[in-house]
């Protein structure tokens, strides 16, 4: 009887077929046909919806976390928590009141101040882009609305984002040091519906907050024309805010964490996540409820395959769009060591087309495997270096390897933090290529016999 | 000298280039290079915004209309003012209460009632489609909130709104009847964006009106993911709802005309336009400003290339959206008499694909012209009469000839009556092809010798 015969044998004796373990192919057939992930994010979004860093909705979606990945059949389940200083929206209006009429469609920006109940009026004060409300001088705004348009581009790697992102980052502290009243953006996003984009923003210390908000950007193109008009009759445009933000002081995040436990304890670990939190505006479901649901995935089906060399740890992280608070307190408790490797998904739910590698030297064949490997799930090889994303930057800034498997965001912007972030939004098949790659690179890196474990730099 | 000689030294002497007078190919080409229906819709949206039917907006919107046509040129520009009862929009929230969480986008539909100030919180019964909602035993729904859902598809030539617009139509007045509290409906359109789709109900005399609203697509069908899961735990979902519109009596709205006076007025005249009002939640760009846009545009490249045979009516019909009130008012006041043909746009801004004709017999030369003169742009001649629209209908039922442009609709119900309905969405290389091809029409019929007055029918 050959060797080949006997594992024919085995596996016809098992309750259900036996993937060859841990072969790649196998696993990303498998995972082409699975629909885990999808499962995931469905019953996120509706069961939970919205889940805003440090509020009751976030701790409501860390106890479904907790109960659906005991139910997954990871291990080593559990919280880490961590506390954090929270914001919550309240109403937020906008109106035009002169010499034009209509409602725009508004939305705080996370750190906003609140205008109060009774709102504000006041003058519009164009300015094409972030460089010109730079260029304003001093005092120049006292008690007046600084209005920052752009046209923000579309990039398949989301470099844009980088470029226009600063308009709602660093704006409104800008404005708040020029003496504004309030500050309104242009939504940093790509669409054209009436769909204000949020995001965080801060103001340093010594600055004080001021109303920050985006209106979408059919109502930016609006006010933009009605500035326009008016100007021509030496006339401003006038808008009422009522923006009731606010502060509700420090309460508690958390980490939800999972294990695939590996053999060998001392080839290190495999990170992988997403952030569980989530803008309030949508229900979160390409930001990040993909991502999480994608990396949990691909881990069930090496854990599916059979025990793993290394261990593969999942982190959903918590308060990663407010101030990558998850991946801050991930990095403090753990550090890198133990780490061989870290990977996320926070880039919506549209398919992987490249790879990029931060791995160690002579690790060579090791990428072109994985290269190869990924290559019919049409994703090609960069040169670029991997960075890891948000959560886990902070854990690959220590030193630990990192693999990107770059999402086309090609349409990302559409959806960025906005109500119009749903479930419909997610394609399944481009999900089920996502954890297809994912699981592939899993199981070629988590039984590799190369170490992978982070150095200490030469002075640490 | 030759006659041809002397036409090409007259045009010569002209302050600008004289066009063939009529030519319908050269006032074809002139309007597929000319921005005036743009900057039409364009000033609309920006100036003056949504104007709901029988408010102050659509009066501003009348005076505006006035003052513009005036500037075009057109003589006899006036408004024929008629009564109307008025329906305006409150507060409008929607929040599943249990066993999950989370806001809707909603929006009240014309007519509906309201709930008071402190809303009313109830029991969803889902209902798959108005047919189901129909065979609700009477009495059913006492206390509760009806939510019918339905999956409209798009169709080039929009018949789907006639199959799946009876949610909206008949759905209230039915749910009313059975008892329910309140009637919630999936938005009749076939975009994934968080815009309810608004438009008219009616409750027949007799049925005291109910609360009843829209919620956007994907909030319909997150409706349905929770639905299903808490029936299978035996629960029902809950909802609270705030809708506070309300009924404010009489008030004033009209018929903005203008006209291009034509050399022979037993011709008859060419009636075409569209309507000035909105719904309130977008500009009303494609619905209806294009449709006024692109008949006045028409209407001024054919004054514009000199005077006609018939005289050329343009109609911006007023409070359309909530009962076709204005074209009623029209029908009545003017009747059939001295009436060749009526045309309309008032299906969005999206290229034009196909030429319907309802004309007397005897004019197979006429349409076969027509036709031709049409298929550069890409219009094809169909076998189906021309009905002539919503405001031109109840004139064209007395017994007057019509011609349709029917423009796609296949991506008309994504925007149609939603707050996306804006600026942004027309193409101004498409609306420029529906002027060509109204133009076109225009520049052959107003010069056409046949006999096109109505004729009473056997015993009128
Ligand atoms: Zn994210
Ligand atoms: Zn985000
Ligand atoms: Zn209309
Ligand atoms: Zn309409």
Redesign the interface.
């Known amino acids: 009887m050959t060797k080949r015969t006997l594992l024919a044998l085995a596996a016809l004796a098992l309750p259900f077929p036996l993937l060859a373990q841990h072969d790649p192919a196998a696993i990303q057939q498998k995972a082409l046909g699975d629909d885990t992930a999808y499962g995931i994010v ?1 019953d996120l ?6 889940r805003l860093a440090g509020t009751e ?1 976030e701790a409501a979606a860390r106890a479904w976390a907790v109960e659906r990945l005991k139910a997954m059949g990871f291990s080593n389940v559990r919280i880490e928590p961590f506390d954090m200083k929270t914001w919550v929206r309240g109403i937020e209006t906008a109106e035009i009141t002169g010499p ?3 409602k725009m ?1 508004i939305s705080a920006l996370g750190n906003s101040a609140s205008t109060g109940d009774t709102g504000l009026e006041a003058e519009v004060v164009y300015f094409r882009t972030l460089a010109d409300l730079q260029a304003a001088p001093a005092g120049s705004l006292r008690g007046k609305i600084a209005f920052v348009s752009h046209k923000m581009t579309r990039t398949q790697n989301g470099a844009s984002y980088g470029q226009f992102g600063g308009v709602r980052r660093a704006g409104p502290s800008l404005a708040a040091q020029k003496g504004a009243a309030a500050i309104v953006i242009r939504s940093v996003g790509t669409d ?4 204000p984009h949020t995001g965080g923003t801060n103001f340093p210390e010594g600055v004080t907050p001021i109303p920050a908000a985006a209106i979408s ?2 109502d930016a ?2 006010l933009e ?2 500035i326009a ?1 008016a100007a021509k009759k030496g006339e401003a445009v006038k808008m009422k805010l009522v923006l009731t933000p606010r502060q509700i002081g420090t309460t508690q995040s958390g980490n939800v964490i999972a294990e695939v436990p590996g053999s060998d304890p001392n080839a290190g670990m495999i990170l992988v996540g997403g952030h569980l939190d989530s803008w309030d505006l ?2 979160g479901a390409i930001d990040d409820g993909a991502g999480v649901a994608i990396s949990a995935a691909a881990a069930k089906l090496i854990m599916d395959a059979g025990t793993p060399k290394r261990t593969i740890r999942v982190v959903w992280f918590g308060a990663e769009e407010v101030g990558l608070f998850g991946g801050i307190a991930y990095a403090k408790k753990h550090g890198a060591a133990g780490h061989a490797l870290a990977m996320e998904s926070d880039f919506g739910a549209d398919r992987i087309w490249q790879v990029d590698f931060k791995l160690p030297d002579g690790t060579d064949d090791l990428k072109t495997r994985i290269a190869n490997a990924l290559a019919p799930l049409g994703i090609g090889r960069s040169n670029q270096p991997a960075g890891g994303g948000p959560d886990v930057g902070p854990t690959v800034a220590l030193g630990v390897n990192a693999i990107d498997l770059q999402q086309d965001g090609t349409d990302y912007f559409d959806l960025h933090h ?3 972030d ?4 997610i394609d399944p098949k481009k999900l089920q290529q996502n954890v297809a790659a994912w699981a592939t690179v899993l199981s070629i890196v988590a039984n590799d016999p190369a170490d992978l474990l982070p150095k200490g730099k030469a002075g640490d």
């Open positions: 469905e979004t509706t069961e939970i919806g919205p909705r034009f009429t209509g469609h054209y519906h009436r769909n950007i059919p193109e609006n024309r009605m008009r949508g229900t906005t109500p119009d749903t479930l419909d939004k």
